[in-house]
C-alpha cells in the first residue's frame, strides 16, 4: 500500500464516526449519552494511575469528563459497551501521527466486575485490527503507569513489547512524579498478537 494512501487513511480516523463490534464488546463514539452509564461503571480507583486534573464521580464531573475526551483534537474517544448495551468504561486511539503510521490506545478503564473477563481482551482485538488491517498502521503503543501492575501485566499478556521506562514522565496530581512504561506492537508483530487474542476468546 502506497505510504501517502496509507498516512492517509490513519490520519482520517480523526474524521470519521467509528463503532466497532464484535460477539464480546462494542466500542461507539463516546457521548454525552453514556453520562448514567460510566457513573454506574466508575469507582474510586478507576482514575489513580491516570493524571487526571480534577475528580470523575458525579453525573456533572463525568460529563464535563466526556466533552473533555471527545474534543481532545488527535484523540477518538469511544465508549465499551457490554452485550447488553450498557456502557461499563472508556478507551482511546490517541497520539495519532499520520505521518508515521502510528497511534497509541490509551485512556482506558473499564468497571470493575469486568476486569479479568473477555472485554479488555475482544476490545484491544478490535482497536489493533482496525489499526493495522484497515488503517494502514505499522506501530501501536501502549502507555501505563508503571506502579499499575494489574494494567502492565494485561499489556504484556497482548504480546505487546515492553520498550523502555520513560523516567518523571508526569507530574500526577498528588505532585508525584510518574514513571512511564511504553509498550508497543508493529505491523510484523500483528499476526502473532491477533493469532493469540483470538485464541483466547475462542475464535
Known sequence: MDDLLTSQLLESMLLE??????????LEPLAIKHTTDLVEALDDDTF??????????TPSEVRRYIE????????????VLEPSGRAIGST??????????????????????????????AMKRLLLAHAFDKRGAIRVELKTDARNARSRAAILKLSAIEEGTLRHHMIMPDGALRDTVVYAITRNDWPAVRERLDSRLGA
Open 17 to 26: 464516526p467509528l463503532t466497532l463490534a464484535n460477539e464480546h464488546v462494542t
Open 48 to 57: 489513580i494511575h491516570m493524571p487526571m486534573r480534577s475528580r470523575v464521580r
Open 68 to 79: 473533555f475526551q471527545t474534543s481532545r483534537p488527535d484523540t477518538i474517544a469511544f465508549a
Open 92 to 121: 482511546s486511539y490517541m497520539s495519532i501521527r499520520a505521518e508515521h503510521r502510528s497511534v497509541e490506545i490509551g485512556s482506558t478503564w473499564i468497571e470493575q466486575r469486568a476486569r479479568g473477563t473477555n472485554i479488555n481482551p
